[in-house]
């Protein structure tokens, strides 16, 4: 049978009796465009892919008791953020979105840079002052790009110390003041 995600009612009511057709046209062509998605709120493509299918997990495990009241598409999207949003909840070691999106605002943003250069000199400062291993996992995250795993794999140590080494990054950063 041809699925269409313009017919909802027909694709919700194949799901909700394990029609694994439905299940299976629904993962192709959503997929890549969940992922997008949350990876675009958590800048982590593994984090992303994560919740990605465990959202979908979820669904096939839970497919006869779903109340899908709008379409699935934005069901599913509904479905990834709110699991993003409890994976922040659950991990106390992961930097708050506010924090992310200031530091962001310093270290990417070279109009920042230019207009303001005695706030980015205090965060270049900030970041020199961190512990020698502290300093060097972020610094390999944020200005080289490295995801936690890769950072681990290259400094022979866990992604869980990646992930406290970031957060006491993040935490001792957030306590600059732009105007010292």
């Given at each position: ?48 892919e994560d ?27 509904r479905s990834?953020?709110?699991?993003f949003i ?95």
């Amino acid at each position: 049978m041809k699925y269409s995600l313009e017919n909802n009612t027909e694709l919700i009511n194949a799901l909700q009796s394990g029609n694994e057709e439905a299940f299976k046209f629904i993962f192709e062509v959503l997929y890549d465009d969940l992922v997008r998605y949350v990876f675009s709120l958590c800048n982590d493509r593994a984090k992303a892919e994560d919740i990605v299918q465990g959202t979908f997990v979820k669904i096939w495990e839970q497919h006869q008791s779903l109340a899908i009241n709008s379409s699935v598409k934005s069901y599913l999207f509904r479905s990834c953020h709110n699991r993003f949003i409890n994976s922040l909840r659950r991990d106390k070691n992961t930097v708050s979105l506010s924090d992310h999106i200031y530091l962001e605002s310093f270290l990417e943003d070279e109009t920042q840079q230019k207009e303001a250069p005695g706030n980015y000199e205090t965060l270049r400062k900030a970041i020199d002052s961190l512990p020698p291993r502290c300093k060097e996992v972020f610094t390999l995250h944020k200005f080289e790009g490295m995801k936690y795993r890769d950072i681990a794999y290259k400094l022979n140590i866990s992604v869980k110390t990646v992930e406290n080494q970031i957060s006491r990054a993040y935490q001792k950063l957030r306590g600059i003041s732009p105007d010292h």
